[in-house]
């Protein structure tokens, strides 16, 4: 399983991007999906996951100006980012939990698309 994440750019505060996340591979099945984001110096930290029956979460941070979505029938995940701040200024990974013709469910992780947002 292949993940390809994009969308990334720089942004004033208060702008927004939209993030996209592209599954790839013999899937067979997924379960959740999710992003994360490792702000400069920082460990990563979840931001957001959607489960196969639509109910999404967020962390504090960003819950109200994030909003995560996903195609079932491609295979993606896209984060809606509103009202961007300086602190939201991480690459953000995309993440999935996934059953392949070859391994039962395992972890997968996107390479990274980095948002900076200036003040």
């Known amino acids: 399983v292949q993940l390809q994440a994009s969308g990334g750019g720089v942004v004033q505060a208060g702008g927004s991007l939209r993030l996209s996340c592209a599954a790839s591979?013999?899937?067979?099945?997924?379960?959740?999906m999710a992003w994360y984001r490792r702000e400069s110096g920082k460990q990563r930290e979840w931001v957001s996951s959607?489960?196969?029956?639509?109910?999404?979460d967020y962390a504090e941070s960003v819950k109200g100006r994030f909003t995560i979505s996903r195609d079932l029938a491609k295979n993606a995940a896209f984060l809606e980012m509103t009202n961007l701040k300086p602190a939201d200024t991480a690459v953000y990974f995309c993440?999935?939990?996934?059953?392949?013709?070859?391994?039962?469910?395992?972890?997968?992780w996107g390479q990274g698309t980095l948002v900076t947002v200036s003040s």
């Open positions: 591979g013999s899937i067979e099945s997924i379960s959740v």
């Open positions: 993440y999935v939990r996934a059953r392949s013709a070859r391994s039962p469910f395992d972890d997968y």
């Open positions: 959607i489960h196969p029956d639509g109910v999404a």
